[in-house]
C-alpha cells in the first residue's frame, strides 16, 4: 500500500513549516523560554481551521528541541481518568522516554504533551476532561500543547485556559504556497503535473494544505503525468469530504443547536439530507434502543417534510430540520461512538437514480402523446402508454404510424417497445416513419388524418 503523502511530507522542522510565519517564531520563543526553565505560560493553543499546519508545527518543534512527546487525539477517550493516566504522568518535572531513557530538565530535556483536538469533548464520555487538562496545565513541569479548530468552545468548556496558556492563531494558507508544496512532491515523486492542475487543486483546498495534498495523491495514483481533464472530480470530493465532516459533527453534538448549526452549509435540501442521515444511523448507533429513538425522530421529521410539500409552507422545514438533526443526535444514550469516517450514499438516492431515466421517457412520451390521444399525461401515463406498449409490441404498422403523426424521437420509440435506443428494432421504426409514404395499416385508408385516431 503506497504512503500516505501528508505523514511521507511532513515537516521535520520548524523552518520546513510554510506561511503562518508569526505563529512559528512564537512557537520558537516559547521553546526558548522552556530552555531557560520552567515559564508562566506553561501550555500554549495552536488554534486555526484544519490543514493549517498545527499538528506539523506541534511535532516539528518538538524534533528542533529534541523533545520526546505524548499525543493524544479525538479517537482517545479523554476523561478525566485518561488524561491524569497519559498526559498527567508525562508532565512530571522528571521524566522519561518511552524507551525508558531518563531525560534530565536541568539538561534541558523536556517532553511535549500534545492535546490534539482540545475542543472536541463530548458528554459523559469525556467527562471531567476539561478540567482534567486545566489541572494537568497547572501541575505540569513539561511543556503542553493544545491543538484546536475552536478555541471558542475550548474556552467554555475550561475558561482557565485563557490565563494559563499562550495562544498562537494559524491561518489559512495561500493557494500559490499550496502549489509550491505540490509542485515539489509532484517532482520527489516523479510525476509530471500540468500547471493549471496545481493551481485547480490548490483553489479546491481553501487554505487546507492536507486536503491539497491527498487530492493529488489520489489524482496521481497509478500515473506519472496529470493532464488538465485529471482534476474535473476535484469539485465532487470536496463537498463529500465536506458533507462527511458535517454528518460526523451532527452526529456527535450534545444540544439540538448544535446538530442544526452542524449543517447548515451543506448544499442539499431538507429531503436529501434526511437521506443522508438515515443511511448514516446504522452506522453511527449499535444500541437498539438508541437506533429505535434515532428513527422514531428522522420519522418526526419526514411527517414536516410531508406536510411542507403538501401546503406549500416551507416555514415547517424548521422543524423538520431539527428532528432529523438534534432529535437524531440526542437518541444516542451514551456519548461511546463508531469511527465513521465515509457515510455511505443513500440507498434510496441510488434507486432515484437509476430510476431517472425511465421517469423522464416516459415524462417524453405522454407529453407527445397528449394532444394526439386528447388526454392528459397524467391519464396516459398510468392507462394509456402501458396498454400502447403491449399493442404496438405485436403491431409494428401501428407504431410506425403514431410515432410519424405524433412527432415521437428515438427516445420516445424505444420506450414504447422497451428496447434500447440506437438498437435495430428502434432504427427501423424510426427510418419507416420518416419516410415519405406512411406505411400500410390494416383497416384504415392511406393518407388517414392526425384528427381521426385510432380509439382505445
Known amino acids: ?26 512557537m520558537k520563543r516559547w521553546r526558548e523560554a522552556w530552555r531557560k526553565g520552567v515559564p508562566r505560560l506553561k501550555a500554549m493553543v495552536l488554534r486555526g481551521e484544519p490543514g493549517t499546519g498545527k499538528t506539523s508545527a506541534a511535532l516539528a518543534l518538538a524534533h528542533d528541541a529534541g523533545w520526546d512527546f505524548i499525543e493524544m487525539n479525538a479517537s482517545d477517550h479523554r476523561n478525566a481518568a485518561s488524561i491524569r493516566k497519559v498526559a498527567g504522568m508525562g508532565s512530571v518535572s522528571q521524566t522519561f522516554t518511552l ?24 458528554g459523559r464520555e469525556d467527562y471531567g476532561g476539561a478540567k482534567a487538562i486545566v489541572e494537568t496545565i497547572k501541575e505540569s513541569g513539561q511543556p503542553i500543547i493544545l491543538i484546536v479548530n475552536d ?28 502549489v509550491g508544496m505540490l509542485k515539489s512532491i509532484a517532482d520527489k515523486e516523479n510525476v509530471k503535473v500540468d500547471q493549471n492542475v496545481l493551481d485547480r487543486i490548490a483553489q479546491n483546498a481553501n487554505g487546507d494544505m492536507r486536503a ?35 454528518l460526523n459533527m451532527m452526529f456527535g453534538s450534545t ?44 420519522s418526526r421529521a419526514d ?9 406549500q409552507h416551507y416555514s415547517l422545514w424548521s422543524y423538520a430540520k431539527e428532528m432529523m438533526t438534534g432529535g437524531v443526535a440526542l437518541s444516542r444514550s451514551s456519548r461511546v461512538r463508531s469511527k465513521v469516517s465515509d457515510y455511505g450514499f443513500p440507498g434510496a ?76 428494432s428502434v432504427e427501423s421504426i424510426v427510418t419507416e416513419a420518416r419516410g415519405d409514404e406512411p406505411a400500410p395499416k390494416k383497416g384504415s385508408k392511406k393518407g388517414h388524418g392526425r384528427g381521426s385516431t385510432t380509439r382505445f
Open 1 to 26: 500500500m503506497q504512503d500516505e503523502w501528508t505523514e511521507k511530507y511532513r515537516p521535520k522542522s520548524l523552518t520546513q513549516i510554510i506561511g503562518n510565519e508569526y505563529a512559528v517564531s512564537a
Open 99 to 122: 524507551d525508558g531513557e531518563f531525560l534530565s530538565c536541568s539538561d534541558g530535556m523536556r517532553k511535549l504533551i500534545i492535546l490534539d483536538e482540545a475542543d472536541n469533548l463530548f
Open 151 to 178: 478555541y471558542y468552545e475550548l474556552s467554555r468548556k475550561a475558561p482557565a485556559i485563557k490565563t494559563l496558556a499562550d495562544k498562537v492563531r494559524f491561518k489559512r494558507l495561500e493557494p500559490r504556497l499550496i
Open 212 to 246: 491539497a495534498i491527498n487530492d493529488l495523491q489520489m489524482m496521481v495514483e497509478g500515473k506519472t503525468e496529470l493532464a488538465i481533464e485529471d482534476s474535473d472530480a476535484i469539485g465532487k470530493r470536496n463537498q463529500l469530504r465536506e458533507l462527511n465532516g458535517a
Open 255 to 298: 444540544t439540538v443547536r448544535e446538530a442544526r448549526d452542524s449543517t447548515l452549509d451543506i448544499d442539499l435540501t431538507p429531503d436529501e439530507l434526511s437521506k443522508w442521515i438515515e443511511e448514516g444511523i446504522p452506522q453511527e448507533m449499535r444500541d437498539n434502543a438508541d437506533l429505535a429513538k434515532a428513527f422514531d425522530a428522522l
Open 303 to 311: 411527517i414536516y417534510l410531508g406536510r411542507t410539500r403538501k401546503y
Open 349 to 424: 438516492l441510488i434507486v432515484l437514480s437509476r430510476a431517472r431515466g425511465p421517469r423522464a421517457a416516459l415524462g417524453s412520451v405522454s407529453g407527445r402523446l397528449s394532444g394526439y390521444f386528447h388526454a392528459s399525461p397524467r391519464c396516459l401515463k398510468e392507462s394509456t402508454i402501458p396498454l400502447l406498449q403491449t399493442m404496438v409490441k405485436h403491431d409494428r404498422e401501428l407504431l410506425v404510424r403514431i410515432s410519424r403523426e405524433a412527432g415521437l424521437d428515438e427516445g420516445d420509440i424505444a420506450y414504447l417497445l422497451r428496447a434500447e435506443p440506437g438498437s435495430a
